[in-house]
Nanobody, 119 residues
């Protein structure tokens, strides 16, 4: 029903920047909360940032100063701009979509895009 496709990942040196994009398609996506999560090797998946249909954002404290999330409701896309990247940011980044009243257990996920921060 809902499909999410991430893009923009890759290899970047510490201190560099990347912009991740997610294209969403499906029914009534305009009301969904869209967001980005990441999973580093050996670690659990964690929140990076989310954004509601009204533009309210929630960004993880550990990346708030380096991350910006935005969405285009007309195009059903959500972007994650990351700067001052650190090796600790290396992870697979996943796009997520869920209804405001639903939990992550009943949400939709993209296939993930790899971000590697290394010199």
């Amino acid at each position: 029903q809902v499909q999410l496709v991430e893009s923009g990942g890759g290899l970047v040196q510490p201190g560099g920047s990347l912009r991740l994009s997610c294209a969403a398609s499906g029914s009534i996506l305009s009301v969904y909360i869209l967001g980005w999560y990441r999973q580093a090797p050996g670690k659990q998946r964690e929140l990076v940032a989310t954004i509601t249909s009204g533009g309210r954002t929630n960004v993880a404290d550990n990346v708030e100063d380096r991350v910006s999330i935005s969405r285009d409701n007309a195009k059903n896309t959500v972007d994650l701009q990351m700067s001052s990247l650190k090796p600790e940011d290396t992870a697979v980044y996943y796009c997520n979509a869920r209804r405001p009243t639903a939990g992550l257990s009943s949400s939709y996920w993209g296939q993930g895009t790899q971000v590697t921060v290394s010199s």
